[in-house]
């Protein structure tokens, strides 16, 4: 398993809209994103089951970020929209360990390959 490292991180005002993407081979299962302030516990931010295609999301990013996997490219994409300051962090990919079809809950624990992380900042 491989995760290659994150690309489209940036400074964007608040409103504004950014899109994550990272390559991952290898297995790819469960797949996430996740993020994290200095001084912070990691966040799980969004997770696909790339076997049933279930998403599913933290409530403070709920109807804001969208989570989506080509398998053709390999590439995991996060789409930010409507960004707020509180949103700035480091933001990883990363890759779970399913069973019985199922991924884990979305714990930095349960997954064990992760992206170098990509920065995102969101100011006025």
């Known amino acids: 398993t491989q995760v290659q490292s994150e690309s489209g991180g940036g400074s964007v005002e608040p409103g504004g809209s950014l899109r994550l993407a990272c390559i991952v081979s290898?297995?790819?299962?469960?797949l996430g994103w996740f993020r994290h302030c200095t001084g912070e516990a990691y966040q799980g931010v969004a997770g696909?089951?790339?076997?049933?295609?279930?998403?599913y999301y933290s409530d403070c990013v709920k109807g804001r970020f969208t989570i989506t996997r080509d398998d053709a490219k390999n590439t995991l994409y996060l789409q930010l929209n409507s960004l707020t300051t509180e949103d700035t962090a480091m933001y990883y990919c990363?890759?779970?360990?399913?069973?019985?079809?199922?991924?884990?809950?979305?714990?930095?624990?349960?997954?064990?390959?992760w992206g170098q992380g990509t920065q995102v900042t969101v100011s006025s």
């Open positions: 990363a890759t779970g360990t399913g069973v019985g079809g199922r991924c884990p809950p979305l714990e930095p624990a349960e997954f064990g390959y």
């Open positions: 290898g297995y790819t299962h469960c």
């Open positions: 696909i089951n790339t076997r049933t295609w279930t998403t």
